[in-house]
């Protein structure tokens, strides 16, 4: 069948409803953190908050931002308009973060911004001096791979210090339900597109998402358990 009669087939209709449904969830990812960067304005600081996800989300943004510009694929204008609302918005974040982290944090996380912009810088150069299409798409592909994995996975950073505290408050709810739906919606676009390199990294994103709710609502659920609990043991003669 031609290109053109797929593009009017039913299966294509709900590939693209799917793709359509990932980039509202993405939307949605992005907004998302609002909340906890209100509250770090308010309180003046960034507490215990981390800056990793944001950093990571950069960069995944201006991955695949390059990875749907012309120069690189066809037909995925689409997925660079999204990534590039996107990266706009990781980087107010990741600006909001050094404003208010104290000297160390601030530091670090200048110098990670700035690496972002070194290794995002360096991707593009490789891409079109050392590779022509359909290399092109294929290389940068593997790397949009790649950064994706780690933005799903750098959520999990802050695993540590929620079992540690016993507490979800550092662990934005609305974040990891945002990662989880986005993840669900890109993995089934990819399967419906075979496309390994929209599938894979967003099927490992499910589960990620799956494993971050879990923690969520075990926690919440002691916690609401503990301030039901009587404060003082009921005394008896």
Request: with cysteine.
């Amino acid at each position: 069948m031609s290109e053109g009669g797929l593009s009017s087939s039913p299966y294509s209709i709900i590939s693209e409803g799917a793709g359509i449904a990932g980039n509202l969830c993405a939307f949605v990812l992005f907004v998302s953190p609002i909340p906890t960067f209100k509250r770090i304005i308010r309180n003046k600081s960034t507490e215990q908050f981390s800056g990793l996800p944001y950093i990571y989300t950069l960069l995944n943004c201006l991955i695949c931002l390059w990875y749907g510009m012309p120069v690189v694929s066809s037909g995925l204008i689409l997925i660079a308009t999204v990534n590039s609302i996107g990266a706009l918005f990781q980087l107010v974040y990741v600006l909001i973060f050094i404003i208010y982290a104290d000297q160390r944090r601030r530091l670090k996380m200048v110098g990670l911004l700035l690496g972002v912009f070194a290794v995002f810088a360096v991707i593009v150069s490789l891409s079109l001096c050392f590779f022509e299409p359909p290399n092109r798409q294929l290389f940068v592909g593997y790397l949009s791979v790649f950064s994706l994995i780690s933005m799903f996975a750098s959520p999990l950073f802050i695993i540590n210090l929620v079992i540690r505290t016993k507490s979800v408050e550092y662990m934005p709810y609305y974040l990891s339900l945002a990662t989880f739906l986005m993840s669900i919606a890109f993995f089934a676009y990819g399967l419906l597109k075979h496309d390994a390199f929209v599938s894979i990294p967003n099927g490992i994103g499910a589960v990620l998402g799956i494993l971050q709710l879990v923690l969520y609502f075990h926690y919440s659920r002691a916690n609401a358990r503990a301030s039901k609990a009587p404060l003082l043991e009921p005394y008896t003669a």
